[in-house]
Antibody, heavy 117, light 107 residues
């Protein structure tokens, strides 16, 4: 059974960099698929942030592309998100998911990140 | 970017009702359209992929249709556990986009 678990700080200061990791169990990232990040501000809808292939190829949301970096570490079977220069608008629940050509079939439980001083 | 627009944004319905949610893409996306259900405090769950294919384990009262720019999610007989928010999402483009969501509430 594929499982994903997000981890990282729940509080980030404005202008700093948000960093999250998604650890995958039950499946080896190096075996294939894209792996993605999605966020959801409180009370709002879903926003796709970006996805990374096991080889390192990435696709990003154009509206976030200048601030986003997604990387993968196949030796640790995890992938990571960095979002720089955060503001209160980046406060959201951040989800990781397995991205099968756009089908997001497996999701983590989500982690709330609040941007506040 | 491909924009996805859902309607309505919310609806009230009773148990047993037939419910229809629509999703429109800003350009043709063939059948690269997926539907998700999200309950409060939970991660979204994939219901339908490729416009009309039911994800394994999803009840048959859920169905999807459409191609090109116009798509529909139908719940044939609404059950208590179906009250949730539903999102469409296109996978035609490498940059995925979601609709704004449709909240299905109890009437």
């Amino acid at each position: 059974q594929v499982q994903l678990q997000e981890s990282g700080p729940g509080l980030v200061k404005p202008s700093e960099t948000l960093s999250l990791t998604c650890t995958v169990s039950g499946y080896s990232i190096s075996s294939g698929y894209y792996w993605g990040w999605i966020r959801q501000p409180p009370g709002k809808g879903l926003e796709w942030i970006g996805s990374i292939y096991h080889s390192g190829s990435t696709y990003y949301n154009p509206s976030l592309k200048s601030r986003v970096s997604i990387s993968v570490d196949t030796s640790k079977n995890h992938f990571s998100l960095k979002l720089s220069s955060v503001t209160a608008a980046d406060t959201a629940v951040y989800y990781c998911a397995r991205d099968n050509l756009g089908l997001l079939g497996y999701w983590g439980q989500g982690t709330l990140v609040t941007v506040s001083s | 970017d491909i924009q996805m627009t859902q309607s309505p944004s919310s609806l009230s319905a009773s148990v047993g009702d037939r419910v229809t949610i629509t999703c429109r893409a800003s350009q043709s996306i063939s059948s690269f359209l997926n539907w998700y259900q999200q309950k409060a405090g939970k991660a979204p769950k994939l219901l339908i992929y490729a416009a009309s294919s039911l994800q394994s384990g999803v009840p048959s009262r859920f169905s999807g249709s459409g191609s090109g720019t116009d798509f529909t999610l139908t719940i044939s007989s609404l059950q208590p556990e179906d009250f949730a928010t539903y999102y469409c999402q296109q996978s035609y483009s490498n940059t995925r986009t979601f609709g704004q969501g449709t909240k299905v509430e109890i009437k």
